[in-house]
């Protein structure tokens, strides 16, 4: 008691700290004092009495402390819960103190419009109780996943390492008993174990956490979500061509949208290239052969031919055929288009010449997808009125015919993705026209034994019409619709604005 009331009569002098403004001396602000620290063996008590609150209403008040002199709240804070005794309170700390380090602390308030800090104090610790982990969700994930570390004595300071393995991870925030961290990239799939180490003692997860390297999140678009684009790769950068696009939180109907977005997979950013002076038809209404990107128009089937460096399009062709362009594949310099009313039509670039070849085997249907690989095209699923496909197609321009393959694996489905990595075929997503909820399913398809291999799902949940990009021998997922309802009303689908790298092959 004493002390105290030498420490008010000298501190009338001192000048008070105000983040939000500079308290003034004396009594015209809140004002408080510090005791001398009572050091125990795991940690130190610290006692504060607040002498005059000058009429402000007190919001806050606790301890600061730090390794350097003059601690603020950016440093370590202690938020006392207590109830002031006469002004007094006090809490201890246990948990973050380095043994042998000294410390100094100082009381803080914040009250109205001031933050106010008492007098300085230090001391040498003497230790503190070592940090626990109790549990950690999700147990599995990807790089940048955020994970939640529960348990004890985390102390409230920077001075904070967490590690995956041998890998230190991004702390987003923290607490005494809990910690949020980003999961870091792991370039090798498999089990390793949380660490954390605070002031020299380090503790470790009894359970292992399950790296998943297949996704990696890569930036948003940064406009509304949308769905249903023509995508195209071209020279290493991802084109998104028109779609439906709008707010994905307001889950309204979009409008049809003529925007040129273009993605870089080296800086990870988007950017908007001029508007296409025609609606695209969408989806599967693109395709690029010789390093020329090629689009069709939604009302007239007018195929467009796309200038990179002037940025500007051109009509180029008409397609032929009285149907609708559900989809494409290029095989030697040529595009095959089709599947309106069944029919497929060659068309040669250089020659500007179209020819027809025989009509698609299969159903009449539309929402198809189709790819090509060693010198063959490939079309199927899709859907029509009544249901939806899992039937696989092949057109061999040798021969000039289709044959059957060994149907899809998965359900039946429309609006799903394909591509191509390391020489290999992937298929996936999608949906089964009836309640539009989307799938999540990936698999691989292997040419040689005309066989199916299911692959990790894709992480950024179940959805239709999304868009892909082959870039720089990596591929890129993302954008994409799904039903938040769970019904079959196309009014109540969410478009989505995410990216993914995805790795098929992750102890490649």
């Not at 977005?261 to 690029?288: E, M, Q």
């Not at 009302?299 to 990179?308: F, P, V």
């Not at 061999?396 to 359900?411: A, D, M, Q, V, Y």
């Amino acid at each position: 008691m004493k002390k105290f009331i030498l420490l008010f009569f000298l501190a009338i002098n001192f000048i008070l700290v105000g983040c939000k403004k500079d308290a003034e001396p004396r009594f015209k602000y809140p004002f408080l004092l510090i005791n001398s620290p009572d050091v125990i063996s795991n940690g130190v008590i610290l006692t504060g009495k607040i002498i005059s609150t000058n009429g402000f209403k007190l919001e806050e008040y606790g301890f600061v402390l730090s390794k350097k002199p003059k601690p603020v709240l950016s440093a370590s804070r202690k938020k006392s819960e207590q109830s002031l005794n006469d002004g007094s309170f006090n809490d201890s700390i246990t948990s973050g103190l380095e043994k042998g380090e000294t410390y100094y602390v100082r009381a803080y308030l914040l009250a109205g419009k001031y933050i106010v800090y008492s007098n300085q104090e230090s001391f040498i610790s003497s230790g503190s109780l070592p940090p626990v982990i109790s549990s950690f969700f999700p147990q599995q994930g990807f790089a940048g996943e955020k994970i939640e570390i529960k348990g004890a004595n985390f102390g409230n300071s920077t001075g904070i390492e967490v590690k995956f393995g041998d890998v230190v991870a991004k702390i987003d925030s923290l607490s005494n008993n809990v910690i949020y961290v980003e999961s870091p990239l792991i370039k090798n799939r498999g089990n390793v174990n949380i660490t954390l180490t605070i002031a020299g003692m380090t503790c470790k997860s009894q359970d292992p956490y399950m790296v998943i390297y297949s996704w990696l999140k890569k930036n948003d678009y940064t406009g509304d979500g949308i769905h249903s684009s023509v995508y195209l790769s071209l020279n290493n950068k991802g084109y998104m061509i028109g779609g439906i696009e709008y707010n994905s939180d307001l889950n309204t109907s979009g409008i049809e949208s003529q925007k040129v977005r273009v993605y870089d997979p080296i800086a990870d950013s988007w950017t908007l290239k001029r508007n296409t002076p025609f609606i695209p038809y969408p989806r599967n209404g693109g395709f690029v052969i010789n390093n020329i990107a090629y689009v069709s128009c939604a009302d007239d089937k007018i195929i467009y031919k796309y200038n990179e460096i002037t940025d500007t399009w051109s009509a180029e062709t008409k397609y032929p055929g009285s149907g609708i362009l559900h989809t494409n594949f290029v095989i030697d310099g040529s595009v095959y288009v089709g599947i309106g009313n069944k029919k497929f039509y060659k068309f040669n670039p250089v020659t500007k010449e179209w020819s027809q070849i025989p009509d698609f085997p299969g159903s009449e249907r539309s929402g198809v997808i189709s790819f090509s690989i060693n010198g063959k095209g490939y079309v199927g699923m899709g859907y029509d009125l009544y249901q939806a496909y899992n039937d696989i197609w092949e057109y061999s321009p040798l021969t000039n015919s289709w044959s059957s393959k060994n149907n899809f694996h998965g359900r039946g489905r429309a609006m799903a993705i394909s591509f191509i990595r390391d020489s290999k075929v992937y298929v996936g997503l999608g949906d089964d026209a009836q309640n539009y909820n989307g799938f999540s399913d990936i698999w691989e398809y292997q040419i040689n034994s005309d066989s199916w291999i299911r692959k990790e799902d894709y992480i950024g949940a179940g959805k239709w019409n999304n868009v892909v990009f082959g870039l720089n021998n990596k591929t890129y997922i993302g954008m994409g619709a799904k039903s938040y309802g769970g019904g079959s009303s196309w009014d109540i689908v969410r478009s989505y604005k995410d990216l993914w790298e995805f790795n098929p092959n992750p102890f490649k």
